[in-house]
Nanobody, 116 residues
Framework: QVQLVESGGGLVQPGGSLRLSCAASGIIFRTFRMAWYRQAPEKQREWVASVTTSGVTIYADSVKGRFTISRDNVKNTVYLQMNSLKPEDTAVYYC??????????WGQGTQVTVSL
């Protein structure tokens, strides 16, 4: 059974930082591309960042320079370091594990709220 479990969300003031974690089980983690998405209230889910199996990272323009995605293939965990947070970063953040032809898996999400 595949499980992706996110953690690390919470309430933070504008300009603050949070680190999200997503622990995976039930998959050969190192063979899956990992990504973070987010969904704000009354908005569609949007892609935030991805890290390939070889460690190449790409980011949405809205978070480039502020967020860093990384993976630990020993701990089967993907991280999202979020700095200089803005109110518009408020959303539920989801991690995804994807491999073409093998699976597309999602976590349950973790809430991030950026507010005074």
């Amino acid at each position: 059974q595949v499980q992706l479990v996110e953690s690390g969300g919470g309430l933070v003031q504008p300009g603050g930082s949070l680190r999200l974690s997503c622990a995976a089980s039930g998959i050969i983690f190192r063979t899956f591309r990992m990504a973070w998405y987010r969904q704000a209230p009354e908005k569609q889910r949007e892609w935030v960042a991805s890290v390939t199996t070889s460690g190449v990272t790409i980011y949405a323009d809205s978070v480039k320079g502020r967020f860093t995605i990384s993976r630990d293939n020993v701990k089967n965990t993907v991280y999202l370091q979020m700095n200089s947070l803005k109110p518009e970063d408020t959303a539920v953040y989801y991690c995804q594990a994807f491999m073409s032809g093998r699976g597309d898996y999602w976590g349950q999400g973790t809430q991030v709220t950026v507010s005074l």
